[in-house]
């Protein structure tokens, strides 16, 4: 009932920017959504927080994203702009939505930073 998907993600060299998209699509007449944010994901690590913005437009970050990346939403669409990349910023990144209190994922999208 509830589809997220994903664009935006690719090869980029240190200092550079790129911009994350997540498109929401459900079928589902009503429902509320809790909050939307974005994680990512180093290998052999658990999947980590990077962002979020609540149904008030409050947003959260994690302190190694702080004052780089900026979440914003517009309608259907979850944004994560991400200026200033570093090497330690490739991971696979994740649309998520917590819509009717239930979690929604995107397939993920490959972020690699070059030196």
């Known amino acids: 009932q509830v589809q997220l998907v994903e664009s935006g993600g690719g090869l980029v060299q240190a200092g550079g920017s790129l911009r994350l998209s997540c498109v929401v699509s459900?079928?589902?007449?009503?429902?509320?959504?809790?909050?939307m944010g974005w994680y990512r994901q180093y290998p052999a690590k658990e999947r980590e927080l990077v962002a979020t913005?609540?149904?008030?437009?409050s947003t959260d970050y994690a302190d190694s994203v702080k004052g780089r990346f900026t979440i914003s939403r517009d309608k259907n669409r979850l944004y994560l702009q991400m200026n200033s990349l570093k090497p330690e910023d490739t991971a696979v990144y994740y649309c998520?939505?917590?819509?009717?209190?239930?979690?929604?994922w995107g397939q993920g999208t490959q972020v690699t930073v070059s030196s």
């Open positions: 998520n939505v917590k819509l009717n209190s239930q979690n929604y």
């Open positions: 459900t079928r589902l007449i009503m429902f509320s959504v809790n909050a």
């Open positions: 913005i609540s149904s008030g437009g």
